[in-house]
């Protein structure tokens, strides 16, 4: 991606800040219109959510669109079908479960032995995973669903793989390039209970462009790891969550 520093540094401001601040917006109009000014239903946070993901696309495209280079093309020439790509996606989800559960269970250790040592760690679990435990809103849980399965895979895999990592990839060495776009897409999600698994996951979905060529063998694979997470969310017991 040819962007010059400072034209990502200004793309990725932007993008940070629209993250952090597009939910705020909601909630606070919601809390206008509504003059309830409690906690805001899982309904309106799904709206958040939504909105915060097609600005997160609409910002990346503005800048892949306004800085393209014609000598640009696809990491792999062959074009893939949507069944190859899904099949593909499916490979390369089950392929990185040993790795990003081992990265998850060593640091669940560490964590675990640093409290042993009378360090008082305490990291909160991801608030769509109790979100989608509790809620009894079938509209709203099927919308997080559709949030976490389709939206977010779209949307995260354009931003942090044909964004992020092609940018970076044409400034450093690709295991580097991978490294970077990895941590990024960890720290973007804010969870630091998960903060090694996510960074893992961010690097095998880097992994799997690169590979594979095709930006649609990612998606699919990040839809299957998302899928597979609220499965096991949900039929985990509560104690077990955190």
């Known amino acids: 991606w040819p962007l010059s520093n400072l034209d990502f540094s200004i793309f990725f401001i932007i993008l940070l800040m629209w993250a952090l601040s597009s939910g705020l917006?909601?909630?606070?109009?919601?809390?206008?219109?509504?003059?309830?000014?409690?906690?805001?239903?899982?309904?309106?946070?799904?709206?958040?959510?939504?909105?915060?993901?097609?600005?997160?696309?609409?910002?990346?495209?503005?800048?892949r669109f306004h800085h393209r280079s014609p000598n640009e093309g696809s990491l792999n020439p062959r074009i893939l079908s949507l069944g190859q790509c899904m099949l593909q996606g499916l490979f390369y989800f089950l392929a990185?479960?040993?790795?990003?559960?081992?990265?998850?269970?060593?640091?669940?250790?560490?964590?675990?032995?640093?409290?042993?040592?009378?360090?008082?760690?305490?990291?909160?679990?991801?608030?769509?995973?109790l979100l989608l435990q509790e809620t009894e809103n079938p509209f709203a849980f099927f919308g997080m669903l559709f949030l976490a399965v389709v939206v977010a895979p779209v949307v995260e895999e354009n931003v942090f793989r044909a964004g992020i990592y092609r940018f970076f990839k044409g400034k450093v060495p690709m295991i580097l390039?991978?490294?970077?776009?990895?941590c990024i897409f960890g720290l973007v999600h804010g969870n630091l209970l998960n903060l090694p698994g996510l960074i893992a996951v961010g690097v095998c979905l880097g992994v799997s462009y690169e590979l594979s060529g095709s930006l649609r063998v990612a998606i699919f694979f990040h839809a299957f790891f998302n899928l597979n997470s609220v499965v096991l969310f949900l039929i985990m017991p509560d104690g077990l969550v955190g």
């Open 177 to 182: 390039a991978l490294l970077i776009s990895g």
């Open 96 to 129: 990185s479960l040993p790795v990003v559960y081992a990265v998850a269970v060593s640091w669940n250790s560490i964590i675990e032995f640093l409290r042993s040592k009378g360090f008082d760690i305490d990291l909160p679990v991801q608030d769509a995973i």
């Open 25 to 63: 917006v909601v909630f606070k109009l919601n809390a206008i219109i509504t003059g309830d000014q409690s906690f805001p239903s899982t309904e309106v946070i799904v709206v958040a959510g939504l909105i915060m993901q097609l600005g997160m696309l609409y910002i990346f495209k503005w800048f």
